[in-house]
């Protein structure tokens, strides 16, 4: 049996009919209207304004303003014939599209040449596509059926001549626009970002990005492979795949053009699998095994991606250190030179790759998605809103604010300030333990696990939250300590620490290094690579010999799996105090 109800979002209504034996959240992700991190009713984030009797579980996750406000919570609303909802206005997420460039030996994978075929006559009856692949240079062809089926008509209509897109001597599409351009995908967990590029100079058309459109289906990989596991990957597959189309169409109409040649994509395993509509359910469960980490090409189309252009997939190392770190790797230009390095990518799985004697090594921490503001009481991925740093003033605590707005919440950026401005000023003792105590004991109110540094009047940190972040760091920090070990290095024979991805870009580094997050001794070894996927992902399609390098590193990397390593538990332990060494 089905109920209708009404739900108010983004200044609009929509009917809903919806399931009355499951709660509201189900259907609300279904439509992509809510997104619910958790999937499991703990979290407390999947708000919405109801006016029905708060459960026990609303009442243990929501404060008495809310609850007196009519807030609810999707996970515990049982839907009702005529029901009105409303959830909030989307925000908008600042999706990071820079990156540090260098130069490199320009060759793109794809070429385009035009050509002029001879028109047939009845001496010369040689078929569409074997006149096309003369006129080319090509000896061998992968043209798409669809471009195949309506090559006899685009001939005819332009004189036999065009623009042949080729994958070194093979045939793989053909066009009437002299313009070469690719589109560069960061498929991440939190955000997809897009860039248009040139790829016969590698200059920038235009970039965007916006939300991962999977969002509504869980916070982060694990809850959306579980989701893939009770409903299948379709949702999954099209939520990604109609995002792609949409930010490939705005970024196509802005350059003035109508397709590209090739569409490079990079992401976690996870989000590679779910384009794909590969089942993700064995990344999940030791031993941890995806269906496959090969680089791949085929027509974008067969992704369901709206393009005649070449897609091409970036190769992974495992089920947690994906094409992402491949592309990043690529980024660092580093590769195969007299160089020891450190890459970090501080998420939800605080990837981390030690490059040391030729050799990388690399390992996968389950930090969880507290760096991106999830799973903490107030906490906020980057976006308009978000506290993204905190500082002493004579006052307490000062804060700025991304877009200069109220503050509604905190991403991780502030977090990490904010615990090591707690331990700089004796708020907070080593073992994570919040007292109120030293110049901000007036910000400081409450007791045991509810103890809390208000920032502002609504934005505050709490002991429970400091926890969070605590066994997060300690995840990070002790991977880092093991890939060391694993390399018989120390901190003083590595040259750089490469700092990846959006959080990782706008983190201070005094403060990672104030809490033991990084170590004290590479503080000054630092490069910041922005967004180095969509960077690396860029070079995959335009530098020579790229795609090698990038096979040869997921052959090649020794993965160093945490969990069963037998010194992981014990250095984990040690990097739970929030301690600068």
């Known amino acids: 049996m089905t109920v209708t109800i009404t739900v ?60 007196e406000a009519g807030i609810r919570l999707a996970c515990y609303t049982w839907p009702e014939e005529g029901m009105h909802i ?79 897109v080729l994958h070194g001597e093979t045939l793989v599409g053909v066009s009437d626009e002299e313009s070469h351009l690719g589109l560069i995908v960061d498929i991440g967990t939190t955000t997809v970002a897009a860039m248009l590029v040139d790829l016969n100079t590698g200059s920038t058309v235009g970039v965007s990005g916006s939300h991962n459109a999977q969002a509504p289906f869980g916070a982060d990989v694990m809850t ?30 802005g350059a003035g053009v109508r397709d590209v040649s090739l569409i490079a ?5 996870t989000m590679m699998h779910l384009l794909c509509g590969i089942s993700p359910e064995f990344i999940s469960k030791a031993p941890f095994i995806p269906a496959t980490l090969n680089g791949m090409h085929m027509p974008a189309r067969d992704l369901g991606i709206l393009s005649d252009g070449r897609a091409f997939l970036l190769p992974g190392v495992s089920a947690y250190i994906g094409a992402d770190i491949v592309a990043s790797l690529l980024a660092t230009g580093a590769i195969g030179k007299e160089k020891t390095f450190l890459l970090a990518d501080i998420g939800t799985n605080a990837e981390t790759v030690l490059y040391a004697n030729g050799i990388c090594y690399a390992c996968s921490a389950a930090a969880g998605p507290c760096f991106e503001g999830a799973n903490l009481s107030c906490g906020m991925p980057g976006q308009p809103g ?62 045991k696990n509810e103890i809390r540094l208000h920032l502002t009047p609504e934005v505050a940190l ?20 093991i890939l060391m070990q694993e390399a018989g290095i120390t901190c003083e024979d590595i040259d750089t620490l490469y700092l990846a991805g959006g959080f990782g870009s706008a983190i201070h580094p005094e403060s990672a290094a104030r809490i033991g997050m990084i170590p004290h001794g590479l503080l000054n070894k630092i490069s910041v690579l922005g967004n180095a996927a969509s960077f690396g992902a860029l070079r995959y399609v335009t530098e020579a010999r790229a795609v090698e390098t990038a096979d040869a590193i997921r052959k090649n990397t020794r993965h160093i799996e945490l969990s069963a390593h037998k010194g992981f538990s014990g250095e984990y332990m040690n990097r739970m105090v929030f301690v600068e060494d």
């Open 224 to 253: 959306r492979i579980q989701y893939s596991m009770e409903h299948g990957t379709e949702p999954l597959t099209t939520a990604v795949t109609d995002q792609l189309n949409t930010l490939l169409a705005g970024l196509l109409s």
């Open 386 to 447: 978000a506290i993204d740093s905190a500082f002493k003033t004579d006052q307490g605590v000062g804060v700025t604010v991304i877009d200069d707005r109220k503050a509604t919440g905190i991403c991780g950026s502030g977090v990490i300030d904010t615990i090591a401005l707690l331990l700089e000023e004796g708020a907070m003792d080593p073992t994570g333990r919040l007292q109120a105590t030293g110049p901000l004991a007036d910000s400081i109110d409450g007791e």
């Open 462 to 481: 709490t002991q429970r939250d400091i926890r969070e972040v605590q066994l997060a760091k300690a995840a990070l920090r002790a991977g880092i300590e």
């Open 86 to 164: 409303t959830v909030a206005d989307r925000q908008n997420l600042k999706v990071l599209t820079r990156f540090r460039t260098e130069s490199y030996d320009h060759v793109p994978v794809l070429t385009k040449r035009p050509f002029q075929a001879e028109a047939p006559a009845i001496l010369d009856q040689s078929p569409d596509l074997d006149r096309l692949m003369a006129a080319a240079g090509a000896k061998a062809h992968a043209l798409p059926l669809a471009q195949l089926c309506t090559l006899p008509d685009f001939l005819r209509r332009h004189g036999f001549a065009g623009q042949a």
């Open 265 to 269: 994509l990079a992401g976690n395993t």
């Open 8 to 67: 108010t979002h983004d200044k609009k209504e929509t009917a809903l009919e919806v399931p009355e034996d499951k709660p509201l959240v189900a259907a609300l992700r279904e439509a992509r209207l809510i997104v619910a991190p958790c999937g499991i009713g703990k979290c407390g984030k999947c708000k919405i304004i109801c006016h029905t009797d708060p459960t026990d579980e609303e009442r243990s996750l929501l404060t008495p303003m809310e609850l």
